[in-house]
């Protein structure tokens, strides 16, 4: 097997544990969308802790690095909780597609934080992948679901954000290992006071779908970080898409969701748009 095939393998474990992890926090019940994060992290901040004490890197950042590494963890924490609140009022597809939109932000906030410059042909992808949102928000005044949509793509924004400041943090040298447990320390440490205060009883059983989302949420992070190591994300940054794929047929089989003909032409539109952009990335030279 090539390094190439060993990346999308890994890419579509990645996105199958993703679209499972949202599976299971919409199985998890009418629970706060801010405590169901707080476990799903609790559960990534123990992994990656033992990967962090077990390569040992260096701890000894600039303040530039530790400025980013506080917003990416800070952008992160707002577009999870945004996600899983999606993830409990929308069609599962919808609410994943919503938050498969932060390449896009990225690419744009890349202009801001990284002072990159975007050429004709990307510009015009991120205003198609907007078109391709509206028809899957439906923003009209009547449509209640509209609001949790409207989140779901704050999700999107704040994960495009944070995406954005792993990139810059990676140009600078910091471990995955220390990015991954800085940012789910930090997500349990602001969610903790409300779990606290406002904390809602839970049975056995939803305790126990929250820490398997968790489980598939670190399943989900590792092998992402294992598929870039084995391939650049222009050769197989595009197969990430196939998540809206597995949580429209477990959002089918479990829950009996269907998305309806425009959400389908909106999926249409901005998966295109991704796959476009993978097919002129890797026609032009790296």
Same mark, same amino acid.
């Given at each position: ?6 990346? *999308?393998?890994?890419?579509? &474990? ?5 679209? &499972? ?64 609140? $999606?993830?409990?009022?929308?069609? &599962? ?10 390449? %896009? ?5 890349? =202009? ?13 992808? *991120?205003?198609?992948? %907007? !078109?391709?949102?509206?028809? *899957? ?27 954005? &400041? ?14 991954? %447990?800085?940012?789910? $320390? ?21 305790? =126990? ?7 598939? $949420? ?5 092998? =992402?970080?294992?598929?870039?190591? %084995? $391939? ?35 999926? !249409? ?18």
């Amino acid at each position: 097997m090539t390094q190439k095939n060993k990346g *999308v393998c890994c890419i579509l &474990l990645s996105s199958f544990s993703f679209a &499972l992890m949202n599976l299971l926090v919409r199985m998890s019940g009418d629970l706060p969308s801010i405590q169901k994060s707080f476990f799903r992290n609790f559960v990534a901040m123990l992994f990656a802790l033992f990967i962090l004490l077990k390569e040992r890197p260096n701890l000894n950042l600039d303040l530039t690095s530790k400025k980013y590494l506080f917003l990416r963890s800070f952008c992160g924490t707002i577009g999870i909780v945004c996600n899983f609140y $999606a993830v409990d009022h929308l069609v &599962l597809a919808d609410a994943s597609m919503l938050n498969k939109m932060s390449p %896009f932000f990225a690419i744009l906030f890349a =202009i801001l934080i990284l002072k990159e410059k975007i050429n004709l042909f990307q510009g015009l992808c *991120v205003v198609t992948a %907007f !078109i391709g949102t509206l028809f *899957v928000i439906k923003p009209t005044p009547s449509n209640l679901a509209c609001i949790p949509a409207l989140i779901g793509l704050l999700g999107g924004l704040t994960a495009g954000i944070a995406y954005t &400041l792993v990139r810059a943090l990676g140009t600078r040298g910091v471990k995955g290992s220390i990015i991954v %447990f800085f940012f789910s $320390a930090f997500s349990c440490v602001c969610t903790l006071p409300y779990l606290i205060f406002r904390y809602h009883p839970m049975t056995s059983e939803q305790l =126990i779908i929250l820490l398997l989302a968790g489980l598939a $949420a670190a399943g989900g992070q590792f092998t =992402i970080t294992a598929a870039y190591t %084995f $391939a650049p994300a222009r050769e197989i940054s595009v197969y990430d898409y196939s998540q809206i794929i597995f949580s429209a047929i477990l959002g089918f089989f479990v829950f009996g969701q269907t998305s309806d003909a425009l959400s389908w032409l909106g999926y !249409i539109i901005i998966t295109s748009t991704a796959v476009a952009m993978f097919i002129r990335n890797n026609r032009t030279p790296a």
